[in-house]
């Protein structure tokens, strides 16, 4: 049903406005307790998916949303009404900022992919940091696993990043489970620079001390890349992590390799090169570190084929947008079996 309304309506309507509505719809029903229990049953219920141990706390299942579906921490309990084990907020800056000039979504419909420009739209880590601390005061808020994911200021120079990425640390940190430094995003001039290891450690290194000054507690944190990155480029992220024993790596953001314009391209044609980031990570840190997986997961054997390659958790966007909010749930079921 969901596939007919997609393919005769929604593509219709421009994404960002879709994306819009959908969001909107999901926070609020999200909101409605015992709506949202029923909606739950039907979505998400069924054999319950598989537990995962990871920071410090037991993720109901293996797959959550990706960072740049609810960029503003505003549908946190919608998502997880329908089934997503764990919500990756952002990304945020320490300015809010409209983000690139529209239209900079797009869909390219023969491979059920996205290509963004969005550019960091957001209202600013301390909006998102407030909203997750509203969330944190029930206890069913307390009960979700949510991750933040902060980004550069555009305005903000590359000399002045660390301090930039320092202050969303502290704004988002006290009421996040994990965070995760995103620097693999194409929609900022420079932003994929600071990926090179004499450029990112001490961005990390900050981060880290902030986010733990800021929450009273160790915070794990993540760093996220491009699949763009070359093999020897992986490793040095790798050995990084190590090094500063971060908490893990989320493999991988939108790739500029595609023939569609300028922006990011997520969705099938990222799940190989997805899958082999994960493996070549998972060989060079052993089996520790948390490493998501994110790129083309679609079907069970996708989320497998990344299971396999040693991602502990996995991330989907793409796919949701394409197959609807039964979606998750369905994927759950069949990973669960």
């Known amino acids: 049903m969901y596939r007919f309304v997609f393919r005769h309506v929604f593509c219709h309507v421009d994404p960002e406005r879709a994306h819009h509505l959908g969001i909107g719809a999901i926070r609020v029903v999200g909101r409605m307790p015992g709506v949202s229990a029923v909606v739950h049953r039907v979505l998400a219920g069924g054999r319950p998916p598989s537990t995962v141990q990871v920071f410090g706390r037991e993720v109901p299942g293996y797959v959550g949303i990706a960072a740049g579906f609810d960029k503003d ?190 922006g990011g391209l997520s969705g099938p044609p990222l799940r190989r090169r997805g899958v082999e980031v994960v493996r070549r990570l998972r060989e060079r840190v052993g089996p520790e570190p948390v490493i998501i997986g994110v790129g083309g997961i679609t079907t069970a054997d996708d989320a497998r084929a990344y299971l396999a390659a040693g991602a502990t958790l996995l991330q989907a966007y793409t796919a949701f947008i394409y197959h609807g909010p039964a979606w998750v749930g369905r994927l759950n079921r069949a990973l669960a079996a």
Do not use: C
């Open 73 to 262: 921490a505003t549908a946190v309990h919608g998502l997880a009404m329908l089934g997503f084990s764990h919500v990756e907020v952002g990304t945020v800056t320490a300015q809010a900022q409209p983000g690139n000039e529209r239209p900079r979504l797009r869909r390219v419909l023969e491979d059920e992919a996205l290509v963004n420009r969005m550019g960091f739209n957001n209202r600013g880590a301390r909006a998102a940091g407030e909203r997750l601390r509203r969330l944190r005061e029930s206890a069913s808020g307390r009960r979700l696993v949510v991750g933040a994911n902060i980004g550069k200021t555009k305005v903000v120079p590359a000399e002045d990043a660390v301090a930039d990425y320092e202050a969303s640390a502290r704004e988002v940190a006290p009421w996040a489970d994990y965070l995760v430094v995103n620097v693999s995003s194409p929609n900022t001039p420079g932003l994929r620079d600071l990926q090179a290891v004499e450029h990112l450690r001490p961005i990390l290194a900050a981060v880290q001390e902030a986010a733990d000054r800021a929450a009273g507690h160790h915070v794990p944190l993540l760093v996220k890349i491009a699949p763009d990155l070359s093999d020897e480029d992986v490793d040095a992220v790798a050995d990084l992590a190590l090094d500063l024993a971060l908490a893990g790596v989320v493999a991988v953001n939108t790739t500029i390799a595609h023939p569609y314009g300028a």
